[in-house]
Protein backbone atom coordinates (compact mmCIF):
# COMPACT_ATOMS: atom_id res chain seq x y z
CA UNK A 1 0.00 0.00 0.00
CA UNK A 2 2.48 2.36 0.84
CA UNK A 3 4.77 1.89 -2.40
CA UNK A 4 1.39 2.90 -4.17
CA UNK A 5 1.06 5.69 -2.37
CA UNK A 6 4.83 6.79 -3.18
CA UNK A 7 4.33 5.86 -6.56
CA UNK A 8 1.54 8.01 -7.06
CA UNK A 9 2.77 10.79 -5.42
CA UNK A 10 5.77 11.00 -7.78
CA UNK A 11 3.60 10.85 -10.54
CA UNK A 12 1.48 13.23 -10.05
CA UNK A 13 4.36 15.87 -9.14
CA UNK A 14 3.80 18.31 -12.26
CA UNK A 15 7.89 17.92 -12.65
CA UNK A 16 7.31 14.28 -13.79
CA UNK A 17 4.01 14.37 -15.40
CA UNK A 18 5.31 17.20 -17.44
CA UNK A 19 7.93 15.33 -18.49
CA UNK A 20 6.03 11.84 -19.11
CA UNK A 21 3.60 13.67 -20.73
CA UNK A 22 6.26 15.08 -23.12
CA UNK A 23 6.42 11.61 -25.29
CA UNK A 24 4.12 9.70 -26.60
CA UNK A 25 6.06 6.70 -25.16
CA UNK A 26 6.42 8.31 -21.98
CA UNK A 27 2.65 9.43 -21.56
CA UNK A 28 0.70 6.23 -22.79
CA UNK A 29 3.01 3.51 -22.00
CA UNK A 30 5.02 4.61 -18.94
CA UNK A 31 2.69 7.38 -17.26
CA UNK A 32 -0.53 5.64 -17.69
CA UNK A 33 0.78 1.99 -16.58
CA UNK A 34 2.41 2.97 -13.62
CA UNK A 35 -0.87 5.31 -12.73
CA UNK A 36 -2.29 1.92 -12.66
CA UNK A 37 0.27 0.06 -11.05
CA UNK A 38 -0.23 2.65 -8.18
CA UNK A 39 -4.03 1.85 -7.92
CA UNK A 40 -3.18 -1.94 -7.97
CA UNK A 41 -0.44 -1.52 -5.30
CA UNK A 42 -2.94 0.50 -2.96
CA UNK A 43 -6.08 -1.79 -3.69
CA UNK A 44 -3.74 -4.91 -3.18
CA UNK A 45 -2.97 -3.88 0.15
CA UNK A 46 -5.95 -2.69 1.31
CA UNK A 47 -7.56 -5.87 0.23
CA UNK A 48 -5.16 -8.12 2.07
CA UNK A 49 -3.77 -9.64 -1.39
CA UNK A 50 -7.29 -11.41 -1.54
CA UNK A 51 -9.40 -9.52 -3.43
CA UNK A 52 -11.94 -9.52 -0.74
CA UNK A 53 -13.22 -6.05 -1.40
CA UNK A 54 -16.61 -5.82 -3.63
CA UNK A 55 -16.37 -10.48 -3.52
CA UNK A 56 -19.95 -10.81 -3.06
CA UNK A 57 -20.30 -8.85 -6.46
CA UNK A 58 -17.60 -9.79 -8.14
CA UNK A 59 -17.74 -13.18 -8.38
CA UNK A 60 -15.08 -15.05 -10.66
CA UNK A 61 -12.91 -11.53 -11.12
CA UNK A 62 -15.03 -10.69 -14.21
CA UNK A 63 -17.19 -7.63 -13.67
CA UNK A 64 -14.16 -6.26 -12.19
CA UNK A 65 -12.15 -7.46 -14.60
CA UNK A 66 -14.38 -5.63 -17.11
CA UNK A 67 -14.74 -2.17 -15.28
CA UNK A 68 -10.23 -2.21 -15.67
CA UNK A 69 -10.55 -3.13 -19.48
CA UNK A 70 -13.78 -0.22 -20.14
CA UNK A 71 -11.46 2.22 -17.99
CA UNK A 72 -8.09 0.63 -20.15
CA UNK A 73 -9.84 1.13 -23.07
CA UNK A 74 -11.21 4.88 -22.62
CA UNK A 75 -7.60 6.07 -21.99
CA UNK A 76 -6.21 4.12 -25.08
CA UNK A 77 -8.05 6.35 -27.37
CA UNK A 78 -5.99 9.32 -28.86
CA UNK A 79 -8.45 11.84 -28.01
CA UNK A 80 -8.18 11.33 -24.66
CA UNK A 81 -4.70 11.87 -24.56
CA UNK A 82 -5.36 15.04 -26.26
CA UNK A 83 -8.17 16.27 -24.25
CA UNK A 84 -5.58 15.61 -20.81
CA UNK A 85 -2.59 17.79 -22.73
CA UNK A 86 -5.37 20.62 -23.36
CA UNK A 87 -7.55 20.61 -20.44
CA UNK A 88 -6.55 20.32 -16.37
CA UNK A 89 -10.11 18.78 -15.57
CA UNK A 90 -9.52 15.87 -18.07
CA UNK A 91 -5.62 15.81 -16.95
CA UNK A 92 -7.14 15.55 -13.33
CA UNK A 93 -9.63 12.52 -14.29
CA UNK A 94 -6.48 10.95 -15.66
CA UNK A 95 -5.02 10.73 -12.34
CA UNK A 96 -8.46 9.65 -10.72
CA UNK A 97 -9.85 7.03 -12.84
CA UNK A 98 -6.43 5.17 -13.76
CA UNK A 99 -5.63 4.28 -10.56
CA UNK A 100 -9.09 3.66 -9.67
CA UNK A 101 -10.85 2.18 -12.16
CA UNK A 102 -8.15 0.72 -13.97
CA UNK A 103 -5.47 -0.52 -11.31
CA UNK A 104 -7.71 -1.14 -8.36
CA UNK A 105 -9.88 -3.43 -9.77
CA UNK A 106 -7.64 -5.38 -11.82
CA UNK A 107 -5.53 -5.88 -7.99
CA UNK A 108 -9.26 -7.42 -6.77
CA UNK A 109 -10.34 -9.06 -9.56
CA UNK A 110 -6.93 -11.07 -10.80
CA UNK A 111 -6.50 -13.45 -7.90
CA UNK A 112 -10.85 -14.14 -8.56
CA UNK A 113 -10.00 -14.82 -12.35
CA UNK A 114 -10.09 -18.46 -13.30
CA UNK A 115 -6.83 -19.33 -14.82
CA UNK A 116 -8.31 -19.69 -18.34
CA UNK A 117 -9.69 -15.95 -18.19
CA UNK A 118 -6.03 -14.74 -17.30
CA UNK A 119 -4.71 -16.35 -20.08
CA UNK A 120 -7.26 -14.58 -22.27
CA UNK A 121 -6.11 -10.95 -20.84
CA UNK A 122 -2.80 -12.01 -21.53
CA UNK A 123 -3.44 -13.31 -24.92
CA UNK A 124 -5.42 -9.88 -25.70
CA UNK A 125 -3.01 -7.89 -23.85
CA UNK A 126 -0.39 -9.41 -26.48
CA UNK A 127 -2.25 -9.10 -29.62
CA UNK A 128 -3.32 -5.90 -28.72
CA UNK A 129 -0.02 -4.32 -27.88
CA UNK A 130 1.43 -6.10 -31.51
CA UNK A 131 -1.45 -4.41 -33.64
CA UNK A 132 -1.68 -1.34 -31.98
CA UNK A 133 2.11 -1.29 -32.78
CA UNK A 134 2.03 -2.09 -35.80
CA UNK A 135 -0.75 0.47 -36.95
CA UNK A 136 1.29 3.42 -35.20
CA UNK A 137 4.14 2.64 -36.73
CA UNK A 138 2.87 2.98 -40.30
CA UNK A 139 0.31 5.34 -39.65
CA UNK A 140 0.79 8.60 -42.19
CA UNK A 141 -1.60 10.27 -40.25
CA UNK A 142 -0.82 11.74 -36.72
CA UNK A 143 -3.85 10.50 -34.32
CA UNK A 144 -2.80 12.94 -31.27
CA UNK A 145 -2.62 16.49 -32.57
CA UNK A 146 -0.14 17.45 -29.96
CA UNK A 147 2.29 14.59 -30.65
CA UNK A 148 4.54 14.18 -33.47
CA UNK A 149 4.63 11.91 -35.95
CA UNK A 150 7.96 10.84 -35.59
CA UNK A 151 7.03 10.22 -31.76
CA UNK A 152 4.10 8.00 -32.92
CA UNK A 153 5.95 5.80 -34.76
CA UNK A 154 8.26 5.25 -31.73
CA UNK A 155 5.21 4.62 -29.83
CA UNK A 156 4.52 1.71 -32.61
CA UNK A 157 8.34 0.64 -32.36
CA UNK A 158 7.89 0.75 -28.59
CA UNK A 159 4.89 -1.17 -28.69
CA UNK A 160 5.85 -4.03 -30.77
CA UNK A 161 8.97 -4.64 -28.43
CA UNK A 162 6.87 -4.34 -25.69
CA UNK A 163 4.20 -7.39 -27.54
CA UNK A 164 7.74 -9.57 -28.48
CA UNK A 165 9.01 -9.19 -24.89
CA UNK A 166 5.28 -9.81 -22.99
CA UNK A 167 5.24 -13.34 -25.70
CA UNK A 168 8.49 -14.65 -25.09
CA UNK A 169 7.64 -13.97 -21.34
CA UNK A 170 4.54 -15.60 -21.47
CA UNK A 171 6.18 -18.65 -23.48
CA UNK A 172 9.25 -19.14 -21.07
CA UNK A 173 6.42 -18.85 -17.99
CA UNK A 174 4.03 -21.84 -20.29
CA UNK A 175 6.78 -23.77 -21.01
CA UNK A 176 9.43 -23.86 -18.14
CA UNK A 177 7.50 -22.51 -15.28
CA UNK A 178 5.95 -20.34 -12.51
CA UNK A 179 9.26 -18.61 -10.87
CA UNK A 180 9.91 -20.92 -7.47
CA UNK A 181 8.86 -17.94 -5.60
CA UNK A 182 5.48 -17.92 -6.66
CA UNK A 183 5.00 -21.45 -7.11
CA UNK A 184 6.17 -21.71 -3.50
CA UNK A 185 3.49 -19.46 -2.84
CA UNK A 186 -0.01 -20.09 -5.07
CA UNK B 1 -24.07 -14.43 -4.96
CA UNK B 2 -23.99 -15.39 -8.38
CA UNK B 3 -27.05 -13.00 -9.04
CA UNK B 4 -25.46 -10.28 -7.49
CA UNK B 5 -22.24 -10.56 -9.74
CA UNK B 6 -24.45 -11.36 -12.90
CA UNK B 7 -26.62 -7.85 -12.55
CA UNK B 8 -22.35 -6.18 -11.79
CA UNK B 9 -21.25 -7.58 -14.75
CA UNK B 10 -24.65 -6.00 -16.40
CA UNK B 11 -24.10 -2.80 -15.05
CA UNK B 12 -20.30 -2.55 -15.78
CA UNK B 13 -21.19 -3.34 -19.67
CA UNK B 14 -23.84 -0.90 -19.88
CA UNK B 15 -21.55 1.68 -18.03
CA UNK B 16 -18.57 0.95 -20.26
CA UNK B 17 -20.39 1.48 -23.27
CA UNK B 18 -22.29 4.39 -22.19
CA UNK B 19 -18.68 5.68 -21.47
CA UNK B 20 -17.11 4.82 -24.39
CA UNK B 21 -19.84 6.15 -26.44
CA UNK B 22 -19.55 9.27 -24.14
CA UNK B 23 -15.76 10.06 -25.24
CA UNK B 24 -16.06 9.32 -28.51
CA UNK B 25 -19.20 11.24 -29.89
CA UNK B 26 -21.13 7.88 -30.41
CA UNK B 27 -18.45 5.48 -31.80
CA UNK B 28 -17.86 8.60 -34.22
CA UNK B 29 -14.27 9.70 -33.53
CA UNK B 30 -11.07 8.13 -31.91
CA UNK B 31 -9.06 10.84 -32.27
CA UNK B 32 -9.13 14.67 -31.61
CA UNK B 33 -9.04 15.75 -35.12
CA UNK B 34 -12.28 13.48 -36.33
CA UNK B 35 -13.94 15.10 -33.07
CA UNK B 36 -13.35 18.57 -34.26
CA UNK B 37 -14.21 18.11 -37.80
CA UNK B 38 -18.25 16.56 -36.42
CA UNK B 39 -18.49 19.20 -33.91
CA UNK B 40 -17.39 21.97 -36.16
CA UNK B 41 -20.10 20.24 -39.04
CA UNK B 42 -22.47 20.03 -36.32
CA UNK B 43 -22.67 23.26 -35.11
CA UNK B 44 -21.08 26.24 -37.59
CA UNK B 45 -19.00 28.35 -34.76
CA UNK B 46 -18.43 32.21 -35.14
CA UNK B 47 -14.79 33.10 -35.55
CA UNK B 48 -12.74 36.10 -33.76
CA UNK B 49 -11.77 38.94 -35.90
CA UNK B 50 -8.65 39.15 -36.48
CA UNK B 51 -6.26 42.07 -39.04
CA UNK B 52 -4.43 40.57 -42.11
CA UNK B 53 -1.94 41.59 -44.69
CA UNK B 54 -2.35 40.07 -47.73
CA UNK B 55 0.90 39.46 -50.69
CA UNK B 56 0.24 43.14 -52.39
CA UNK B 57 0.43 44.68 -48.56
CA UNK B 58 -3.19 45.38 -48.21
CA UNK B 59 -4.64 45.53 -44.82
CA UNK B 60 -7.98 43.00 -44.21
CA UNK B 61 -10.26 43.06 -41.61
CA UNK B 62 -11.06 39.00 -41.32
CA UNK B 63 -14.80 38.29 -41.51
CA UNK B 64 -16.35 41.55 -40.80
CA UNK B 65 -15.52 43.88 -44.13
CA UNK B 66 -13.36 42.02 -47.06
CA UNK B 67 -14.75 38.73 -46.94
CA UNK B 68 -18.35 38.73 -45.92
CA UNK B 69 -21.18 37.51 -47.00
CA UNK B 70 -18.70 35.28 -49.19
CA UNK B 71 -17.78 31.63 -48.56
CA UNK B 72 -14.36 31.21 -48.42
CA UNK B 73 -12.12 28.44 -48.28
CA UNK B 74 -9.16 28.93 -45.64
CA UNK B 75 -5.54 26.75 -45.34
CA UNK B 76 -3.08 27.57 -42.86
CA UNK B 77 0.76 27.33 -44.21
CA UNK B 78 4.02 28.16 -43.86
CA UNK B 79 6.34 29.40 -46.98
CA UNK B 80 8.99 27.25 -45.63
CA UNK B 81 7.29 24.48 -45.01
CA UNK B 82 8.73 20.83 -46.56
CA UNK B 83 5.92 18.94 -46.25
CA UNK B 84 2.07 18.92 -46.27
CA UNK B 85 1.69 22.61 -47.37
CA UNK B 86 2.95 21.83 -50.75
CA UNK B 87 -0.31 19.53 -50.88
CA UNK B 88 -2.56 22.25 -49.64
CA UNK B 89 -0.75 24.40 -51.83
CA UNK B 90 -1.71 22.68 -54.79
CA UNK B 91 -4.78 22.03 -53.99
CA UNK B 92 -5.60 25.42 -53.66
CA UNK B 93 -4.41 25.76 -57.08
CA UNK B 94 -6.50 23.38 -58.55
CA UNK B 95 -9.65 24.95 -56.75
CA UNK B 96 -8.29 28.23 -57.84
CA UNK B 97 -8.09 27.02 -61.50
CA UNK B 98 -11.85 25.56 -60.86
CA UNK B 99 -12.92 29.10 -59.74
CA UNK B 100 -11.50 31.34 -62.56
CA UNK B 101 -13.44 29.11 -65.18
CA UNK B 102 -16.22 29.59 -63.39
CA UNK B 103 -18.93 31.84 -65.13
CA UNK B 104 -20.46 35.02 -63.03
CA UNK B 105 -22.04 34.16 -59.90
CA UNK B 106 -20.13 32.07 -57.94
CA UNK B 107 -18.40 33.98 -55.54
CA UNK B 108 -16.04 31.52 -53.21
CA UNK B 109 -12.46 32.84 -52.13
CA UNK B 110 -9.49 31.16 -51.09
CA UNK B 111 -7.15 32.24 -47.96
CA UNK B 112 -4.08 30.83 -47.23
CA UNK B 113 -3.21 31.96 -43.76
CA UNK B 114 1.04 32.11 -42.82
CA UNK B 115 1.50 31.16 -39.46
CA UNK B 116 5.35 31.83 -39.32
CA UNK B 117 5.19 35.81 -39.02
CA UNK B 118 8.95 35.71 -38.37
CA UNK B 119 10.24 34.25 -41.76
CA UNK B 120 6.76 35.44 -43.49
CA UNK B 121 6.76 38.77 -44.30
CA UNK B 122 4.71 40.27 -47.22
CA UNK B 123 8.20 39.97 -49.57
CA UNK B 124 7.81 36.88 -49.43
CA UNK B 125 3.72 36.05 -49.85
CA UNK B 126 4.17 38.20 -52.40
CA UNK B 127 6.82 35.24 -54.11
CA UNK B 128 5.12 32.81 -52.86
CA UNK B 129 1.99 34.07 -54.01
CA UNK B 130 3.24 34.98 -57.41
CA UNK B 131 5.29 31.33 -57.82
CA UNK B 132 1.54 29.43 -57.13
CA UNK B 133 -0.25 32.44 -59.04
CA UNK B 134 -2.87 33.51 -56.50
CA UNK B 135 -4.30 36.37 -58.00
CA UNK B 136 -5.10 38.50 -54.28
CA UNK B 137 -8.43 38.85 -55.39
CA UNK B 138 -10.10 35.36 -55.74
CA UNK B 139 -7.16 34.03 -54.01
CA UNK B 140 -5.50 35.71 -51.36
CA UNK B 141 -2.41 34.76 -49.13
CA UNK B 142 -1.56 36.75 -45.97
CA UNK B 143 0.07 36.71 -42.90
CA UNK B 144 -0.92 37.85 -39.70
CA UNK B 145 0.64 40.80 -37.54
CA UNK B 146 -0.37 40.37 -34.44
CA UNK B 147 1.06 37.61 -32.51
CA UNK B 148 -2.44 37.34 -29.97
CA UNK B 149 -4.77 37.21 -32.95
CA UNK B 150 -3.15 34.44 -35.14
CA UNK B 151 -3.19 32.75 -31.77
CA UNK B 152 -6.79 33.69 -31.54
CA UNK B 153 -7.80 32.21 -34.98
CA UNK B 154 -5.56 29.17 -34.69
CA UNK B 155 -7.55 28.24 -31.94
CA UNK B 156 -10.88 29.21 -33.10
CA UNK B 157 -9.75 27.50 -36.82
CA UNK B 158 -8.73 23.74 -34.44
CA UNK B 159 -4.51 24.55 -35.60
CA UNK B 160 -2.26 22.80 -33.66
CA UNK B 161 0.89 24.10 -34.43
CA UNK B 162 4.39 22.51 -32.96
CA UNK B 163 8.06 23.34 -33.84
CA UNK B 164 9.47 20.61 -35.27
CA UNK B 165 12.91 21.25 -33.43
CA UNK B 166 14.58 21.62 -36.98
CA UNK B 167 13.24 25.07 -37.47
CA UNK B 168 9.88 23.96 -39.08
CA UNK B 169 6.51 23.54 -38.18
CA UNK B 170 4.40 20.28 -37.36
CA UNK B 171 0.74 21.23 -38.07
CA UNK B 172 -2.12 19.54 -38.39
CA UNK B 173 -3.80 19.84 -42.20
CA UNK B 174 -7.31 20.27 -43.44
CA UNK B 175 -8.88 23.19 -46.05
CA UNK B 176 -11.61 25.28 -43.58
CA UNK B 177 -14.67 26.50 -45.02
CA UNK B 178 -15.84 29.95 -43.49
CA UNK B 179 -19.74 30.36 -44.85
CA UNK B 180 -21.07 33.57 -45.63
CA UNK B 181 -22.02 34.78 -42.28
CA UNK B 182 -18.35 34.40 -41.25
CA UNK B 183 -18.92 31.08 -39.08
CA UNK B 184 -16.62 28.15 -39.44
CA UNK B 185 -18.81 25.54 -40.90
CA UNK B 186 -16.83 22.40 -42.43
CA UNK B 187 -13.63 21.11 -42.13
CA UNK B 188 -12.47 19.07 -44.84
CA UNK B 189 -9.24 16.69 -46.06
CA UNK B 190 -6.12 18.29 -46.94
CA UNK B 191 -7.21 17.00 -50.62
CA UNK B 192 -10.23 17.70 -50.76
CA UNK B 193 -10.55 21.59 -51.97
CA UNK B 194 -12.18 20.33 -55.35
CA UNK B 195 -14.53 18.73 -53.30
CA UNK B 196 -15.36 21.41 -51.62
CA UNK B 197 -15.98 23.82 -54.43
CA UNK B 198 -18.16 21.51 -55.34
CA UNK B 199 -20.29 21.24 -52.24
CA UNK B 200 -20.48 25.29 -52.65
CA UNK B 201 -21.97 24.99 -56.39
CA UNK B 202 -18.93 25.46 -58.19
Given at each position: MIPGLLLYAVLVMPPVAAWLEGSMVGHMLVQIPLLALAGSLVAHGASG??????AGFNTGGVPGLLVALFAAAAWMLPRMLDAALRSALMEAAKFITVPLLVGAPLALSWPLLPPVARGFVWANLISHAAVLGWLYSVA?????????LDQQATLGTTLLIVAMALLLGWGWFAIVGAPLKLRANP | MKLRAALAMIAVVAAGLATLAAVTDGFRAATSEAAWRLAVAEWPRPLPDATLIDQSGRTLRLWLSALRGRPVLVEFFYTSCPAICGLLASQFQAGFERLIAQPEGLEVLLLSVSFDPERDTVTELADYAARLGADGRIWRVARVNDPIELRGLLDAFGVVVLPDGAGGFVHNAAIYLVDAQGRLARVYDPDAAERAIAELGG
Open positions: GRGAVFPNRLCTRYL | -
